[in-house]
Nanobody, 130 residues
Framework: QVQLVESGGGSVQAGGSLRLSCAAS?????????MGWFRQSPGKEREGVAA????????YYADSVKGRFTISQDNAKNTVYLQMNTLKPEETAMYYC??????????????????????WGHGTQVTVSS
């Protein structure tokens, strides 16, 4: 089972920024996987925010975050980041990192379906106040 640990959540005012981190416990757990960020707020379904294929660097974003959020990877640290700028109150949620099967790359349809991810972190809370 892939071990993922998220960090970087917190409370910010609208318009502020946060950077989330998702650290995998090993190179095997990190490399050549579709790694996604999802979020879920009370009473709502979990939604895809962004994803990256750590085997090649291709990235994918929900329309609602394009231009404001950036997903990136650090191979030396087995870590995927989500830089979130110009945050909005409605983006208050628990943010989860997820890993797909090894050697299964993301695509524009695949990445946003949470059923395609085998392993999930425990989440990090993001609260955006108005």
């Amino acid at each position: 089972q892939v071990q993922l640990v998220e960090s970087g959540g917190g409370s910010v005012q609208a318009g502020g920024s946060l950077r989330l981190s998702c650290a995998a416990s090993s190179w095997y757990d990190y490399n050549a996987r579709c790694m996604g960020w999802f979020r879920q707020s009370p009473g709502k379904e979990r939604e895809g925010v962004a994803a990256i294929y750590t085997g090649g660097g291709s990235t994918y974003y929900a329309d609602s975050v394009k231009g404001r959020f950036t997903i990136s990877q650090d191979n030396a640290k087995n870590t995927v980041y989500l830089q979130m700028n110009t945050l909005k109150p409605e983006e208050t949620a628990m943010y989860y990192c997820a890993a797909g099967p090894r050697y299964r790359s993301c695509n524009y349809i695949y990445w946003a379906n949470n059923n395609n991810y085998n392993d999930w972190g425990h989440g990090t809370q993001v609260t955006v106040s108005s």
